[in-house]
């Protein structure tokens, strides 16, 4: 009889939720953020996944300018199993790398990946299909979680169950088909369809399959993580800091996941999810005011509603504006109106053109 | 033959423009703030005058907040002719008093009240009237100058002047009555008529004739002032705190100018007189860029026009946002929709209630 498999998770931590400027920064990222109470987006999935994955068997992959901050974030996490990516590489050769090095260690590993930055509201539910997703994983399925869509977003991915999905249920249900990001019109008939659900990003696998179906969908990339050394050894840094930038910029979802036969997942029903994507995203998230103001810090409004307002350490005070985002730093303020907190990404690319690096 | 009259300006420097809070503070008010160049303008109102008034026939009348910041601006006035109200008692007090201190220096002296917060951009067209005034007041009139109306203001009491009056005469014309603030219908058949002009306050007389007048109308006033000791005294200023705050709180307007008989006045034509009421009133004076936003510190506007951007030391980024004032200062930041600007005022009165001395 096979000894029960172990389960793994990896936290991908590397993005840098340039929406969330001016609080966001390179060293600041949305994922180190805290929106809500006094655990940033990160610690909450740390926390959220513990009765599932000991925080031992956790790791992270993220850029070198947040490695520092999440160390210290994550105490309960071994300080090497945070790791840096050498270059950003989209997450097919991040995911790759971690299946890599897990294998190594345990070969019979089963891992989880995860986003850093989401939020969910009803963890419980949640990690119901977190255990069940392990256990298809754990029979050798490629697994993934979709999440029931509760609008026509076009900003996510869809995945497309085998017609009959019931929303909820604890089975795994064939994928048909990923889909990418759709129009409008599109997104609104994968909605009312009722077996499209959102690609949230949370694959479930082992990692000797991931590192097949790698070798099969991308062997560049599988190439160079083969010809990494343990990673006990100590020049497995500075082998990786010359092979991963090599590997493919592409995500999993395109290069493995599209291409792969017989994935499962899982027809989640609400279990609160919200990737949290702006400004105003967040604004509907959070509790507020008769005036329907969210107020973190201190303000006066006068003849004023529907904004979301973060100063720490002054008075903000306001004279007739409306559905207006305000956030202050030391060295920058931003003032958004809610509807465009989607444009805040352009500042951050415009600051970028004009190498304003002290303000990323 | 008599010596030529000697001229005197009294500066008014009281006020505290709350409503460009959150820049103006009790020790930080309107008139030492620079709006425009280098200059505050009180500054600005010494070097305009000095043409006519030498700096050391300056006396400037404030209060206990402002006199340091003040004395600090103006090096080229002499201490002692700054001078502190003991306490808030309008207009006509505060002119008495120079009025008194003036006449036991110089009996002839004859006096010009001025704003310190008032910006004029054509200074040597200003500058024909007041000494027109002067000439006038010198020979024993109580002279005032009439702004030529360009709006029905409400917020302006208005001067009116025998009918016939032609806008930049230098012949002083008899002024019928002073008019108060009026409301939108009487302010329009004002400006129709051709013959009432904005009262902006200034004011130009002998100072023995503003004695005599203030023993007519204000007796109780003037028996006070008549009781203060010679400036030079040195029990001048506990006499001052203790006689001054039994003056009567009115405004030299309704105390005498509406009363006395024989005023005249210039009906005067543009010399680019502003008030600068608001921070909309300053945007709408200052150069503005492609967008009609003025900038001052460093923006970045992206879809977005017709703001004013007031913060030093931080970029400010706004993401689709119109027609708003932008205030940012270490303590206090503002935002206001710019129609709205004179509500600045109210945000004032309530962190007043609530005793927010740190903000004030």
Redesign the interface.
């Given at each position: 009889m096979p000894r029960r498999a172990t389960y793994y998770g990896l936290i991908l931590a590397g993005g840098r939720g340039t929406r969330f400027?001016?609080r966001s920064r390179r060293a600041r990222a949305k994922q180190v953020l805290r929106f809500l109470g006094d655990r940033s987006l990160i610690q909450q999935t740390v926390d959220r996944l513990s009765p599932v994955i000991p925080p031992d068997h956790l790791w992270v992959l993220t850029n070198e300018h947040l490695r520092a901050e999440i160390v210290r974030q994550l105490p309960e996490l071994p300080k090497n199993q945070i790791l840096a990516e050498p270059a950003q590489r989209n997450t097919a050769p991040a995911i790759g790398l971690a299946a890599h090095i897990l294998q190594s260690i345990d070969p019979n590993a089963v891992m989880g990946v995860f986003p850093s930055d989401h939020m969910i509201s009803k963890p419980a539910r949640y990690l119901r299909f977190v255990r069940g997703a392990f256990k298809s994983a754990a029979e050798g399925k490629m697994v993934v979680l979709g999440i029931q869509p509760r609008w026509p977003e076009t900003g996510y991915g869809y995945i497309e169950f085998a017609k009959g999905a019931s929303a909820g249920s604890l089975e795994p249900r064939a994928v048909r088909r990923f889909r990418e990001k759709p129009e409008l019109p599109r997104a609104k008939r994968y909605v009312k369809s009722g077996n499209f659900y959102w690609n949230a990003g949370m694959f479930f696998w082992k990692t000797s399959v991931l590192l097949d179906a790698l070798r099969e969908f991308l062997p560049k990339t599988a190439t160079l993580l083969a010809s990494l050394p343990a990673f006990a050894n100590s020049r497995f840094s500075s082998k990786l800091k010359g092979a991963f930038p090599h590997c493919e910029n592409i995500s999993i979802d395109y290069a493995v996941l599209e291409k792969a036969r017989g994935v499962v997942g899982f027809a989640t029903d609400d279990f609160g999810w919200n990737d949290v994507g702006s400004w105003n995203a967040l604004y509907e998230l959070l509790p507020r005011d008769g005036s329907a103001n969210v107020i973190r810090g201190e303000a006066?409004a006068?003849?004023s509603s529907g904004n979301y307002i973060d100063?720490e350490?002054?008075?903000?005070?306001?004279?007739?504006?409306n559905d207006?985002v305000?956030v202050?730093?030391?060295?920058?303020?931003?003032?958004?109106?809610r509807?465009?907190?989607q444009?805040?990404g352009?500042?951050v690319k415009?600051?970028e053109k004009q190498r304003?690096h002290n303000?990323l």
């Open positions: 400027w001016p006066l006068h003849a100063a350490g002054k008075l903000v005070a306001l004279v007739g504006v207006l305000i202050d730093t030391p060295d920058a303020l931003l003032i958004a109106d509807s465009r907190a444009e805040v352009d500042v415009l600051l304003r303000l």
